[in-house]
């Protein structure tokens, strides 16, 4: 079975601020989402990575992809409190649909 | 289009007590799934269909079944439900991207959650 690390656990950060959430792996995968949760909902698709060492914008979120297709990483300029909320990264297995989910980066942006 | 939809949104069973979560999709998607979510250890993957009539065992199978009559539908049954399987659950659908030039992606659709609790 194929594990994701997630990295900070849990962050709070004041309105403005830069941060970085990680998440790591061992294994290989064909394709890495980001997504974000609030309470009392489904997690929301931000990206797909398929592309090793790909780097996606989004606004202010910026997405890289790990060359070696192991590891990604979540970047937020400026953060606002908007941005509040848990950040889920899940990787595909071997370009199927099964997906397999980190523990998540709970972001608490203060205003 | 309303997505992902799931019924109920709350439930607190007794122990022993049976029921079907309910999921459906208006995105013509051909795969569904159904997560648990738990605090610290993210969505793990409870069933999966790749379409209509065809089902398969996900990480943590144990304690419920699956059907799928339709494309659109995919219930989850909890046959004698057990504390253990306090949990929220989410449905999704996903659609395989295909383009010139890129290896072949998938992009899931979550629905909005069924909070169980199990006495």
């Known amino acids: ?111 | 289009n309303a997505g992902v939809t799931q019924t109920p949104k709350f439930q607190v069973l007794k122990t022993g007590q049976s029921m079907t979560l309910q999921c459906a999709q208006d995105m013509n998607h051909e795969y569904m799934s159904w997560y648990r979510q738990d605090p610290g250890m993210g969505l793990r993957l409870i069933h999966y269909s790749v379409g209509a009539g065809i089902t398969d065992q996900g990480e943590v199978p144990n304690g419920y079944n699956v059907s799928r009559s339709t494309t659109e539908d995919f219930p989850l049954r909890l046959l004698s439900a057990a504390p253990s399987q306090t949990s929220v659950y989410f449905c999704a659908s996903s659609y395989q991207f295909r383009t010139s030039g890129r290896s072949p992606y998938n992009e899931q659709f979550f629905g909005p959650g069924t909070r169980l609790t199990v006495l």
């Open chain 1, 1 to 111: 079975t194929q594990l994701l690390e997630q990295s900070p656990q849990f962050l709070s950060i004041q309105e403005g601020e830069n941060l970085t959430v990680y998440c790591n792996s061992s294994s290989v995968f064909s394709s890495l989402q980001w997504y974000r949760q609030e309470p009392g909902e489904g997690p929301v698709l931000l990206v797909t990575v398929v592309t090793g060492g790909e780097v996606k914008k989004l606004k202010r979120l910026t997405f890289q992809f790990g060359d070696a297709r192991k590891d990604s990483s979540l970047h937020i300029t400026a953060a606002q409190p908007g941005d509040t909320g848990l950040y889920l990264c899940a990787g595909a297995e071997d370009y199927g649909q099964n997906f397999v989910f980190g523990p998540g980066t709970r972001l608490s942006v203060l205003p």
